[in-house]
């Protein structure tokens, strides 16, 4: 089975709808989306009927969690919540109604799915090889999906080797016997010192990722953003990936 691997859209449909262009070149089956539809940008609504016009299997994110009352806004930096607070009104109550009951956790097709980690998927992270590790662990099977960091990239391991892969545009990576931790990046507010979309398509049956990188118009975005009264701060960070 062939997925298309979406997280950390937040509000950013000028992403999504460049990224579903080009994803639209290849076969895929579903979309798994690994949360965070909400926060920092400005059409949240929008972004959640583009994924739901497909079949999509959604996980909520810890701003997903924030809007659905599962949350504590003392988690969220004084930006975030900023930008949680602006963008509440924008936002329908269809939304605020699935984010309420998704489960935290999925598997299907022997992968398993979080936004955070296994350890924590509603808050923790994981951002260095020591958090990769813990999460092997907990791992059942070979494969897991996250997201939260907004930095495209895996870890595979393999016996006792550890090795993190920061992807190439369109770069493939195989874990036939090996375990993977897989993060497609962020569609809509990366923080990998790329501001291109990230996203990626897996393969259930050949075990392979696929890593994608897409341009998208950033100044639509931000001004947009300027609109609703977001910071400057999280307007300019759109332009560095950062």
Not at 103 to 129: A, C, T, W
Not at 226 to 233: D, I, K, V
């Amino acid at each position: 089975m062939k997925v298309l691997i979406l997280s950390d859209i937040h509000g950013n449909f000028d992403a999504l709808e460049a990224v579903m262009t080009h994803a639209g070149g290849f076969s895929w089956q579903e979309i798994w989306f690994l949360g965070d539809l909400g926060g920092y940008g400005p059409e949240v609504d929008k972004c959640f009927h583009v994924l739901q016009s497909h079949s999509t299997l959604f996980l909520p994110g810890n701003h997903d969690l924030y809007y659905s009352g599962r949350l504590s806004r003392g988690f969220f930096s004084k930006e975030a919540r900023k930008a949680l607070i602006l963008s509440r009104d924008t936002i329908k109550k269809e939304y605020f109604d699935t984010m309420k009951v998704l489960p935290v956790f999925r598997k299907k097709k022997g992968v398993s799915m979080v936004h955070g980690s296994l350890i924590d998927p509603e808050r923790d992270y994981i951002l260095h090889e020591e958090d990769a590790l813990q999460n092997f662990k907990l791992l059942k099977g070979q494969c897991c999906l996250f997201g939260h960091t907004h930095r495209q990239g895996c870890y595979l391991k393999e016996k006792d080797k550890l090795f993190w892969i920061r992807p190439e545009d369109n770069e493939v990576v195989q874990y036939r016997r090996k375990k993977i931790l897989i993060n497609p990046g962020s569609v809509g507010q990366p923080r990998d010192h790329d501001p291109r979309a990230a996203w990626a398509i897996l393969d259930t049956k050949a075990k392979e990722v696929q890593f994608f990188r897409t341009e998208y118009n950033i100044q639509s975005v931000q001004r947009k953003m300027e609109a609703l009264g977001s910071s400057e701060f999280l307007i300019r960070r759109l332009e560095s990936g950062m």
